[in-house]
């Protein structure tokens, strides 16, 4: 093998290695600071993590005063794969952050507001979607499409879309087999504050409503 071969090799491999260590070390962070921020919103009185591929993220049971239990499932973009990289133009490139609250008192009424995205990317599964009535919503100049079962609906979900963080803020779904209130948000930066208040107002406003 020719010495200009030997070297390419070489700088393919150190880039290889730079974009594992520091994607290794971004989605370390973001998982720590992203647990803490629930944690501090939340108030947890118990927990239970489950680590996922090392630094992919992380699924969370937490025991909460006014509802039965909080779900919360983390799905970081592997940062440390340059092999994902070039998925990333034809992907969300995001994050994904889901929050499943479950309710004391019985929820009426499926209900999504869904986020309308370039070519569908974010665009969540919904699998009665075609037997739910559907209208456009807008929030804060940001177009949704609004779904729901019946128009007798709960409006004081609407409220709780109001608390979201609008940059972040993709799906939200009320299902009435388990009684969960459902919150997706997707982001690459997030602003820890602002997820913290914004879980820390929604937590609120459900214990008040819904316990």
Known sequence: MSTKYIALLLAVSLII???????????????KSIAVALEDALKPKDKL????????????????????????????IPRQ????LPFMFITSGKDNLQLLFYTKKPLR???????????NLTKPKIYNRDKLKKEPFVLK???????????????????IAKLLPIKYFNHLAI???????????????????TLKESIKQIKEFITKNYS
């Open 81 to 84: 794969s340059v092999l994902y």
């Open 175 to 193: 299902t009435t087999d388990n009684n969960i209130i459902y919150v997706q948000l997707l982001f690459y930066n997030i602003d820890m504050e």
């Open 141 to 159: 100049d940001t177009k949704f499409d609004m779904l729901y079962e019946s128009e007798n609906y709960d409006r004081k979900f609407i409220q």
């Open 109 to 119: 009424c499926e209900f999504h507001l869904v986020r309308k995205s370039p070519l």
């Open 49 to 76: 993590y489950t680590y996922l591929g090392g630094v992919l993220g992380f699924s969370v049971e937490y025991k909460v005063d006014g509802v039965k239990k909080v779900l919360a499932n983390l799905r970081l």
């Open 17 to 31: 290695s730079i974009i594992y260590y520091f994607g290794y070390r971004k989605n370390v962070k973001i998982i």
